[in-house]
């Protein structure tokens, strides 16, 4: 289990199941996916400061990145399947 925090720059307008948050620098940023609990996010959390707790993964297949995502997140390879977020 991991804790993390920082800005919403992205969340997928296309599915509403996936956001990346920047940390400090512009170039350290994370993927966090939706879960069975809350299985999308809100989009109006964009610029928001947010709290995520979740599990660090691995990215094992192509289908756990939608198409859409590709072109925004190139070669990532890691991500968090979140369990609790909560949002300044």
Do not use: W
């Not at 289990?1 to 512009?26: F, Q, W, Y």
């Not at 297949?61 to 979140?82: D, M, T, V």
């Amino acid at each position: 289990m991991v804790r993390v925090s920082g800005i919403v720059e992205h969340v997928c307008v296309h599915t509403g199941k996936r956001l990346t948050l920047m940390a400090n620098s512009p170039d350290m940023k994370l993927r966090v996916t939706a879960s069975e609990t809350v299985p999308e996010f809100d989009i109006s959390i964009k610029g928001s400061k947010a709290f995520v707790t979740g599990i660090f993964k691995r990215v094992e297949k192509s289908n756990e990145i939608c198409e859409a995502e590709a072109a925004h997140h190139l070669g990532e390879l890691y991500f968090i399947a979140y369990q609790n977020i909560k949002v300044r």
